[in-house]
């Protein structure tokens, strides 16, 4: 079995790409979603959260709007949020992949925001990252209207450089074009799993082998 990591900043259009791989019959792991669940009323991850930031957790239901302020204008707060969940995402992402296994699947896709920063591209035989033009990708961000100009620099902060994580990728996924383009350049990315040549992983890459 050969894995895919799949990441990108935010607002980079990550999860489309996610989906669009989901529909051609790729298995998909999806971080985010696995933190929702952990964070969800009642999740594995309250007790922890609410001892972290008292008073975050109600009835065993998170304000991930308070979370959200408190992670971002407080790094201990932030650390100690990532030594919460970063484990138990790791833990789930391994019962993915040994499920995956016994299922005989060819490839699987890990769909990790974080990929690079967590250092779970090493589980990866390959990495894609999705990415955009800075202005268009601030502005998906924006029109969501769940963080402001100074949350969304802080997270940016987090994150690894886009020009660095399309340096270290094996494809890239440039989302800033047409849902068509987009379109164009996953399938062109499935072609380079099925084929596993120099040259399909340079077209998905944007270059010539």
């Known amino acids: ?10 607002g980079m259009g990550k999860s489309t790409t996610a989906r669009l791989l989901g529909r051609a019959g790729v298995r998909i792991f999806d971080a985010d979603a ?3 669940a952990l964070q969800a009323p009642h999740g ?10 008292p008073g975050c957790v109600r009835g065993g239901v998170l304000d991930r709007v308070a979370l959200r302020a408190a992670a971002l204008a407080d790094p ?28 005989g699947c060819r490839w699987v896709v890990l769909d990790i925001p974080l990929l690079f920063e967590t250092g779970a591209q090493r589980q990866c035989d390959r990495v894609a990252v999705v990415s955009a033009p800075a202005a268009i990708q601030r502005a998906r961000v ?6 402001t ?11 690894m450089p886009d020009a660095l994580r399309r340096r270290r990728a094996d494809a890239v996924i440039r989302t800033g074009l047409s ?8 399938r062109r990315l499935l072609q380079a799993m099925r084929e596993g040549g120099p040259a399909a992983w340079a077209a998905a890459r944007g270059k010539r082998a």
Do not use: N, Y
């Open 1 to 10: 079995m050969q894995v895919l990591g799949l990441t990108g900043g935010i």
């Open 34 to 36: 696995v933190v929702r």
């Open 44 to 53: 594995a991850a309250l007790p922890a959260i609410d001892r972290l930031v």
């Open 76 to 103: 201990a707060v932030m650390r100690g949020l990532e030594a919460i969940m970063h484990p138990l995402v790791r833990r789930a992402r391994q019962r993915f992949l040994a499920r995956a296994r016994r299922d």
């Open 142 to 147: 924006m029109r969501r209207g769940t963080m």
């Open 149 to 159: 100009s100074g949350q969304i620099d802080a997270v940016l902060a987090r994150q």
């Open 179 to 186: 849902r068509h383009e987009t379109v164009r350049q996953v």
